[in-house]
């Protein structure tokens, strides 16, 4: 072990005193962690975290990965993901080994008073160690948060394309807002993962929140009915104002593959129709096979 080393293993001697100040220090900046976190808490969490440093630099172990101090590791996982469930900042966990960096930086200048010369080398022993933690914080929280992200953009893309189940055989999509190629993208996939959940047989599809309809959109409404026909389901397509109908003829768009309605009750009473239909003729056919 190099001098530098030797000289911090002896910083390390008191470790309840350099807890003592670190946690006074935290609570002196009114450190973004206590907003969330007892003392108490956070002093257990210090705790371990300062055992951990202290062992690597005891064994002299300043080039280290996190991933092979599973206890190390496991703490910073914890701070990760407290970090991200409280909407704090990704340089949040800086001032806190900051302030322990401090105590040890003004612990190192006393103690190596007579031995300047030794200040440079245990300074970037003391660094290096410190650094790795913040490091692997920085990617994990980075991370965590694209997570969270991504998981909210999921909820939120689900929420823009709602299924509801009306009865057993019967689904309904109320689109509402512009859509685009993402969005039309995301329509189509919610409702036929829909029909291969709920087994339907019946949709309708109602665009009255739809403040334009152009041909793009009107292309990716005809390729969702038809892929959803694919999946045994008849679609029923409400919603379309006069001044669509216009445009659409205008644009020369062809709906005459999809049945439309007037308006989402006009669509459910037809679906209601065709399902009574259905039973008839199901019926009927259970009659003839059996006389």
């Not at 599973?70 to 407290?82: D, G, M, R, S, W």
């Not at 047989?201 to 959109?217: E, F, Q, R, S």
């Not at 006069?242 to 989402?264: H, N, R, W, Y």
């Amino acid at each position: 072990m190099s001098a530098s080393l030797d000289e911090l293993k002896h910083l390390l001697d008191n470790q309840d005193e350099i807890l003592d100040s670190w946690m006074g220090r935290l609570e002196e900046e009114r450190n973004e962690w206590l907003e969330h976190m007892s003392v108490v808490q956070l002093r257990q969490k210090s705790q371990v975290f300062l055992q951990e440093i202290s062992e690597l630099i005891l064994t002299g172990n300043t080039h280290y990965k996190v991933e092979d101090r599973p206890v190390l590791e496991a703490q910073l996982k914890e701070f990760t993901t407290e970090a991200a469930h409280f909407g704090m900042r990704a340089s949040a966990f800086y001032p806190y080994v900051s302030s322990l960096k401090y105590i040890l930086i003004h612990k190192l200048i006393t103690q190596l008073s007579s031995t300047p010369q030794l200040l440079p080398d245990a300074f970037s022993a003391m660094y290096r160690v410190l650094t790795t933690p913040y490091e692997y914080f920085i990617s994990s929280y980075i991370s965590k948060r694209e997570n969270i992200i991504y998981s909210q953009a999921r909820a939120i893309a689900e929420l823009s394309t709602p299924v509801i189940q009306i009865w057993n055989d019967v689904v309904a999509m109320p689109l509402i807002g512009e859509i685009d190629t993402s969005r039309a993208k995301e329509i189509m996939e919610n409702l036929l993962n829909a029909i291969l959940d709920t087994k339907a047989t019946y949709v309708l599809l109602d665009i009255t929140g739809v403040p334009i309809v152009d041909t793009g959109v009107a292309e990716s409404l005809i390729k969702t009915v038809e892929a959803a026909r694919l999946l045994g389901a008849h679609c029923v397509l409400t919603g379309i104002r006069p001044e669509v109908a216009q445009t659409l003829v205008m644009l020369g768009v062809d709906l005459g593959s999809i049945e439309t309605k007037a308006d989402f009750r006009n669509g459910l009473a037809y679906i209601l129709e065709m399902m009574e239909t259905s039973s008839a003729r199901s019926f009927a056919s259970k009659m003839g096979h059996s006389s």
